[in-house]
């Protein structure tokens, strides 16, 4: 799994800004930050495939004498989960922020940044243990690079701060679901039967799974009505699989609608319409 180690932290920094100029390396900066408010407090929803984009903001305070010019330094936003020293999974902004001064002292500068965070199942969500509310960290690097082999000799000098605990962000598999209503056209008093499946994003098998053991509910709106009326609650089985019996008795059409859990995005069908004779 991916770590938020310093090896992937400079890597990060050098693919974003380019092999940086020569620079003294200095102790760790009196750095000091807000809150980290990823995706506008709102959960983040990821299938099998597409990538996801969130945008990030945060405020944080600097020396006036330190300058990230995203060169010599760098300062980013990421997501983890596990220990802060030993992440269990992480994932870093991949674009430099775009940040204003906000407020200034005889000896500190405070700006407000908004950077991009990008989450693709394919290369970042592992297992089922991603779904959960993940922490924001901020890092900070300054590199020291020569590159001048005249005299037989190259370096390359990084020094990595973290702090985390600054936010969090929960992420969440994406749910679908199906509706089947049978047979069709219906007769007036004869019974109908109405499946359905519901599955979710799998990031271990890149696949859309069944969730069994979710209560679902089935709706229906008679025809020319303007809203849908709960009709009775079905329990996934196995594979995810949905089933109940109904007795026709309008023109109409069903659903099934998932609320959703902690881990598993809320997802209504579509909706099939029945015509009852």
């Given at each position: 799994m991916r770590k938020l180690a310093i090896s992937a932290a400079v890597s990060g920094a050098l693919a974003l800004t380019g092999l940086a100029a020569p620079a003294a390396l200095a102790d760790s900066p009196d750095l000091t930050f807000g809150a980290?408010?990823?995706n506008n407090g709102?959960?983040?929803?990821?299938?099998?495939?597409?990538?996801?984009?969130?945008?990030?903001?945060?405020?944080?305070?600097?020396?006036?004498?330190?300058?990230?010019?995203?060169?010599?330094?760098?300062?980013?936003?990421?997501?983890?989960?596990?220990?802060?020293?030993?992440?269990?999974?992480?994932?870093?902004?991949?674009?430099?922020?775009?940040?204003?001064?906000?407020?200034?002292?005889?000896?500190?500068?405070?700006?407000s940044c908004?950077?991009?965070?990008?989450?693709?199942?394919?290369?970042?969500?592992?297992?089922?243990?991603?779904?959960?509310?993940?922490?924001?960290?901020?890092?900070?690097?300054?590199?020291?690079?020569?590159l001048d082999e005249s005299d037989g000799h190259i370096s390359l000098h990084t020094g990595i701060d973290v702090w985390g605990n600054l936010g969090t962000a929960k992420l969440q598999r994406i749910s679908r679901v199906t509706v089947n209503a049978t047979p069709e056209p219906a007769v007036k008093g004869r019974t109908l039967t109405v499946k359905g499946k519901l599955t979710r994003a799998d990031w271990n098998t890149g696949t859309y799974a069944g969730y069994k053991g979710q209560k679902v509910t089935l709706q229906f709106k008679a025809k020319g009505a303007t809203a849908?009326?709960?009709?009775?609650?079905?329990?996934?089985?196995?594979?995810?699989?949905?089933?109940?019996?109904?007795?026709?008795?309008?023109?109409?059409?069903?659903?099934?609608?998932?609320?959703?859990?902690?881990?598993?995005?809320?997802?209504?069908?579509?909706?099939?319409?029945?015509?009852?004779?």
């Amino acid at each position: 799994m991916r770590k938020l180690a310093i090896s992937a932290a400079v890597s990060g920094a050098l693919a974003l800004t380019g092999l940086a100029a020569p620079a003294a390396l200095a102790d760790s900066p009196d750095l000091t930050f807000g809150a980290v408010t990823v995706n506008n407090g709102k959960p983040i929803a990821v299938g099998t495939r597409a990538a996801v984009t969130v945008p990030v903001t945060y405020s944080f305070t600097r020396p006036d004498d330190l300058v990230i010019d995203y060169k010599n330094n760098f300062l980013i936003v990421a997501l983890y989960r596990g220990p802060l020293a030993e992440t269990d999974n992480a994932v870093e902004a991949g674009s430099k922020p775009v940040c204003t001064t906000t407020a200034t002292t005889d000896t500190t500068v405070t700006e407000s940044c908004a950077a991009k965070l990008t989450i693709d199942p394919r290369d970042n969500l592992y297992t089922a243990a991603d779904a959960t509310t993940w922490k924001a960290a901020a890092l900070y690097s300054q590199t020291a690079i020569d590159l001048d082999e005249s005299d037989g000799h190259i370096s390359l000098h990084t020094g990595i701060d973290v702090w985390g605990n600054l936010g969090t962000a929960k992420l969440q598999r994406i749910s679908r679901v199906t509706v089947n209503a049978t047979p069709e056209p219906a007769v007036k008093g004869r019974t109908l039967t109405v499946k359905g499946k519901l599955t979710r994003a799998d990031w271990n098998t890149g696949t859309y799974a069944g969730y069994k053991g979710q209560k679902v509910t089935l709706q229906f709106k008679a025809k020319g009505a303007t809203a849908y009326t709960d009709v009775k609650t079905v329990t996934s089985g196995a594979g995810g699989a949905l089933s109940t019996t109904v007795k026709a008795s309008k023109d109409g059409s069903y659903r099934y609608k998932f609320a959703g859990t902690s881990t598993t995005t809320a997802k209504t069908s579509a909706a099939d319409y029945v015509d009852v004779k």
